[in-house]
């Protein structure tokens, strides 16, 4: 008798640990279950392919404005050799969800020619005198 008493109360105490933990850390549902957007990104350059070198640049420069905008179970994976997958759970627009990868609609990378540090310079003053409206 005292072992079925044992048992009792052993399953009484895992159903009300567990009925605490659902109360107090609900359940994160991903891509599948909560729905979401998947945007495909493809890498363009004027001149030849897209190096491992370049592809992993641009993977990491949109991992971390994702995950600065805290958006929860996002999800970046490379896809081929110039295009890359990015799932955000929960951003059912996605035009919206093209906004979280920032404002501009052109990531570039160029390298500088020598000599056109003043350029560069005037250029960088002339676009933080311009105001968004």
């Known amino acids: 008798m005292k072992r079925r008493q044992g048992w009792l109360f052993f399953i009484i105490f895992l159903l009300t640990l567990s009925v605490y933990l659902l109360i107090n850390y609900p359940l994160q549902l991903g891509l599948d279950l ?3 957007s998947q945007l495909t990104l493809q890498i363009i350059k004027d001149e030849g392919k897209v190096t491992s070198d370049e592809l992993e640049a641009v993977n990491s420069v949109i991992d971390k404005r994702v995950n600065n905008l805290g958006v929860s179970e ?20 996605p ?6 990868l920032g404002k501009t609609a052109l990531l570039e990378f160029r390298t ?8 560069l310079k005037n250029l960088q003053l002339k676009r933080l005198s311009i105001t968004i409206i």
């Open 34 to 36: 909560k729905g979401g």
């Open 112 to 119: 500088q020619k020598q000599g056109t540090s003043t350029d």
């Open 95 to 100: 035009i919206v969800a093209s906004r979280v």
């Open 74 to 93: 996002s999800n970046l994976q490379t896809l081929g050799g110039d295009q890359l997958i990015l799932e955000l759970p929960g951003e059912q627009n």
